[in-house]
């Protein structure tokens, strides 16, 4: 989720635990403890600083790992002692590892996902029914948190906040199976498919849709429970080894490739030592662009000569990135 929703569930949670009473003796540092450690696991957001490569491969992974989610709290709570000594270590500490681990499982649930379960396993857990900001979700907490501060009861507040966003994400599971069934009607009569993405827009009724099959690519949006597909792709063979000889090693696309689930790619003369080399994520299509994309321009010993990673929305801007 972004980084204001976190912050509402934040604050819901302190509202719920006002319900502890070993919390009130301590409600400041209870408070601190589940505020930050709604926040703490995106620390490495920080990598963007260094470059779009590492931020790619790496946000959302070992910060939001099965040990940094039960580390995280532990460094909180000792954090918060030497501010407000004698606390209740045992209470905060609960408080604060239910935000972290509440921060966790909240993101599974979009497009990007997390690596919740490493070391046990790398695999990017991504359920996709609830777009990053999702304004219903942010929204209900904010009603929520009105209705506390108004004196309303946090057990009837956050009970009934906590109700409706569980049928939510119910809801939300079926009509991502709704429109599953109907994409692959549409194509399964022509095409065996090996890969189905269906992603959730900020608009409840709208979603991304993009299919690889043994032959083609289809890339489209859902509207309600009728399905367009705006781009149909015949899967070409991957960049042969002379190409890829280089590139492989280059750590843009690495970062790319361990991402992207579902890309097609591109191989372009752009001028007369230049040969182009573009990957392009197919999950992402808006307005008829593909924003999410590696380049890379090789020359004629097809060695990288310069390389990207990142949201691009134009080719001009693309360009200055590349020269940068």
Not at 86 to 109: K, P, S
Not at 286 to 305: E, Q, R, S, W
């Amino acid at each position: 989720m972004d980084t204001g929703t976190h912050v509402v569930m934040g604050v819901a949670l302190t509202g719920l635990a006002t319900l502890d009473p070993n919390v009130t003796p301590t409600f400041t540092a209870v408070a601190t403890g589940i505020m930050i450690g709604s926040q703490i696991p995106d620390i490495d957001t920080v990598l963007k600083f260094k470059n779009n490569a590492i931020y790619v491969k790496n946000h959302r992974g070992i910060t939001h790992s099965i040990p940094f989610t039960l580390l995280w709290p532990l460094i909180l709570t000792f954090l918060i002692f030497v501010i407000f000594p004698g606390v209740d270590v045992l209470h905060i500490w609960l408080w604060t590892q239910f935000a972290v681990f509440f921060h966790v499982f909240v993101d599974i649930f979009n497009s990007y996902g997390t690596q919740a379960l490493r070391p046990i396993s790398n695999k990017w857990i991504q359920l996709s029914i609830i777009n990053t900001f999702d304004p219903i979700i942010f929204v209900a907490h904010l009603v929520a948190i009105l209705f506390w501060t108004l004196g309303v009861h946090p057990s009837i507040a956050f009970g009934t906040l906590y109700a409706l966003l569980a049928f939510y994400y119910v809801l939300r599971f079926m009509l991502q199976k709704a429109i599953k069934n109907q994409a692959l009607k549409q194509i399964q009569q022509e095409h065996n498919p090996v890969k189905i993405f269906v992603a959730p827009t900020i608009r409840f009724m709208e979603w991304r849709i993009a299919i690889q099959t043994e032959t083609h690519d289809y890339v489209g949006r859902s509207y309600g429970r009728n399905v367009a597909f705006n781009d149909v792709f015949k899967r070409q063979s991957f960049p042969n080894d002379h190409i890829m000889a280089y590139a492989k090693h280059d750590e843009n696309l690495r970062s790319f490739l361990s991402f992207s689930s579902i890309y097609r790619w591109e191989v372009t003369r752009i001028d007369k030592k230049t040969t182009e080399l573009r990957f392009i994520d197919l999950r992402y299509l808006k307005n008829g662009h593909y924003p999410f994309v590696a380049i890379l321009h090789l020359d004629d010993d097809m060695k990288v000569t310069s390389s990207y990673i990142g949201w691009v929305f134009t080719e001009e801007k693309l360009m200055k990135k590349l020269e940068a």
